[in-house]
């Protein structure tokens, strides 16, 4: 009979919209490679990805492909999984890791990886902050994007209460609160780990307002912390929670520096003039009561397991400022002239039966992402309300050339856009 595979939505991102693949029969293939060589789906995809970033700017002529043809190529991708997996050609030269190789080309700052791991070029500046400070690995916190960007401001201060929060802290695009965000988070993140519970059940669950943090803290919090809340009442089960996630995140820092690791590698170089925004790294890094190498202060250490290493109590809490990220190469201002254009989508799963699989719609360009997708809905009816929800949260990821854009970004005449809804069971 056929053979079942499961794949996690990381995996299949690293292997499929990462590398401008749309259709999971395209990247399914090349997940099978990598389980037949035991090589991690998640670092291979990056390491798939600079090389398709050096043939597109002609570093790679052995390639033997015209420049930007290796994107979304699925048997020339496979290939190279085999290669890296035999230690031949440009695999070979894959064999030292993703960083040496872009070393090599010239390439540092396309190397998207943070303390070793492949991370994701993300607009939203509270998800780049957390995989690339999380001290367990970007993977924790996978469930941070539940509140910025898709939560309003009262919802996120509801959430993080009684954490303050400057103006533009819900955007995903400004830099305002971002450190004390994802300080916040991974806090939670830890915590619901070290409980067993699913983290991704847990933020919808709150993200939804089915509960709040003391209520699910209720459910799910160990025994031994609920003993300490019912000894001692001046200290929620929720903020007991937090206080044993922030141990935790303090305890693996700790861990970290001394096998070697330094705040260099929360500041990655592909992201580093972002990071150091003063409500970025500074924030976060002042919250988490670290050093200048990025480990646990003394203070800090003497706050481990107890209530008190939650004190947000910092000069920077109350001088914050509002800082929006200023807009780069793939976002500008809309005051040029506009004229119809057409622009191909690359669709999957339910909007490929609903619109075709690459289908062509002509608009009045260039305009913001979320504009072309409501015109889309209108002269397309049958995708109303799959593209853009009430309230103008955009349902399907948006790529171009392998980067996730959002509501701002400018579509354009001759724009290739990827649209991959959500998987089931990731």
Not at 23 to 32: E, K, Q, R, S, V
Not at 255 to 269: F, I, K, M, Y
């Amino acid at each position: 009979g056929p053979i079942r595979r499961g794949g996690r939505f990381s995996a299949f991102y690293a292997l499929g919209p990462n590398l401008g693949l749309t259709d999971l029969d395209a990247a399914l293939p090349l997940l099978a490679a990598c389980d037949d060589a035991g090589i991690d789906a998640k670092e291979i995809g990056a390491a798939l990805a600079l090389v398709c970033t050096a043939q597109s700017a002609g570093k790679l002529p052995e390639l033997e492909l015209p420049p930007g043809e290796l994107w979304g190529n699925s048997a020339a991708l496979r290939a190279l999984i085999d290669d890296v997996a035999q230690g031949r050609g440009i695999g070979r030269k894959l064999e030292r890791g993703a960083r040496t190789f872009a070393a090599a080309l010239g390439l540092v700052d396309a190397v998207f990886e943070a303390k070793g791991q492949a991370v994701r070029l993300e607009s939203n500046l509270a998800v780049l902050l957390a995989q690339c400070v999380s001290s367990r690995g970007a993977d924790p916190m996978r469930a941070n994007p539940f509140s910025v960007g898709h939560s309003d401001r009262a919802a996120l201060m509801k959430l993080l209460a009684p954490l303050d929060l400057p103006a533009g802290a819900e955007d995903p695009l400004d830099a305002a609160g971002k450190g004390r965000i994802v300080w916040w988070h991974e806090n939670w993140m830890a915590a619901i780990d070290m409980s067993g519970f699913c983290a991704f059940s847990a933020a919808g669950l709150l993200a939804d307002g089915v509960c709040d943090v003391d209520e699910l803290a209720r459910w799910i919090a160990p025994e031994t912390l609920r003993a300490e809340c019912d000894a001692d009442a001046s200290c929620s089960i929720g903020e007991r929670m937090l206080a044993a996630g922030a141990s935790i995140a303090t305890l693996q820092r700790a861990l970290n520096a001394h096998l070697g690791a330094t705040s260099e590698h929360d500041r990655p170089a592909f992201a580093r003039a972002t990071l150091d925004g003063p409500q970025m790294w500074p924030e976060y890094a002042s919250l988490r009561g670290v050093d200048d190498c990025g480990a646990p202060s003394r203070e800090t250490w003497e706050r481990v397991g107890d209530p008190s290493i939650l004190d947000t109590r910092r000069p920077f809490l109350a001088a914050a400022t509002h800082v929006r990220r200023e807009p780069d190469a793939a976002r500008s201002s809309v005051s040029e002239p506009r004229s119809t254009g057409v622009v191909c989508l690359r669709t999957s799963g339910v909007l490929e039966r609903a619109l075709g699989k690459d289908a062509r719609v002509e608009l009045d360009l260039p305009i913001p992402l979320v504009q072309a997708l409501l015109e889309i809905e209108r002269a397309r009816p049958a995708v109303t309300g799959m593209l853009v929800r009430t309230g103008g949260e955009i349902v399907p990821a948006v790529y171009r050339a392998a980067r996730r854009l959002d509501g701002q970004d400018v579509v354009r005449a001759g724009d290739e856009l990827h649209l991959v809804v959500a998987l089931s069971g990731g």
